[in-house]
């Protein structure tokens, strides 16, 4: 299951307090056009979108088996989680209004900190827009949700991943151990990005 960071913020109840409320009221506009709250009317989309292979199998948190009952159930226990101020399921739809991609953000607000997943439909994949969508993403988390730490994790056979985590400016901090929903461990690399770097980076 997702993991906090391997930093430890401290955070002050306000700025916890803050973090939950964006979190709750999450604010999609900066995530572009497409970009829409995961909900049942996704359900059919979504598991047409995990069920293929290139999309889902280097990611470690996503229930399985994929079928509507367990992607209807995981869509459910994320808005719970959003309710606390402390998950995210955004879905993003192509010009034809299907499910063209995901991301699960995680985020531990007395940490001030946050963790992404998601992966794009396979024929979006290879085509250069993973970079700028990730750091599209980085961005609203910082921004959006005002979380000071990010980070993530990629299976140590994803060279695509790395690259894309890389180029956003994260800092490689070795391996760590990923746990599936099953209990079984995946071994990953771990990056962490603060705001502040990211912020400079950005100019
Ligand atoms: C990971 C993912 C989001 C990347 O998006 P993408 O649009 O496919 O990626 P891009 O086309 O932007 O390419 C990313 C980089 O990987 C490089 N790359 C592609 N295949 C590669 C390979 N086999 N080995 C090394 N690098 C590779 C690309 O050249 C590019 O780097 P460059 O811009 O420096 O040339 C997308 O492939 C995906 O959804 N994959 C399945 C799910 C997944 O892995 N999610 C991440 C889990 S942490």
């Known amino acids: 299951m997702s993991a906090p960071p391997k930093t430890v913020l401290t955070t002050t109840p306000k700025e916890e307090a803050a973090i939950r409320q964006a979190v709750r009221s999450a604010d999609l506009s900066l995530l572009g056009p497409g970009a829409r709250i995961a909900g049942p009317s996704h359900i059919e ?9 290139a999309v889902s199998a280097p990611i470690y948190d ?3 088996p994929i079928n509507p009952q367990t992607v209807g ?4 226990e994320t808005a719970r989680l959003q309710a606390l101020g402390e998950a995210v399921l955004v879905v993003t739809l192509d010009s034809e209004g299907q499910v063209a991609g995901y991301s699960r953000f995680t985020v531990w607000p007395d940490r001030a ?3 992404i997943a998601g992966a794009r439909r396979a024929d979006l994949q290879n085509l250069g827009g993973g970079k700028s969508g990730a750091a599209g993403s980085f961005n609203w988390m910082f921004e959006a949700l005002g979380v000071r730490l990010i980070g993530v994790t990629a299976a140590t056979d994803n060279p695509r991943s790395a690259k894309v985590i890389e180029a956003a400016g994260f800092v490689s901090m070795g391996q760590r151990d990923a746990i599936r929903p099953d209990g079984t461990v995946r071994a990953s690399f771990y990056w962490e990005l603060t ?3 990211w912020m400079a980076r950005r100019g």
């Open 195 to 197: 705001r502040e770097a």
């Open 113 to 115: 900190s946050a963790e």
């Open 73 to 76: 159930a995981w869509i459910q």
């Open 62 to 64: 996503l229930p399985r």
């Open 45 to 53: 989309g979504l598991v047409a979108l995990l069920s293929d292979p």
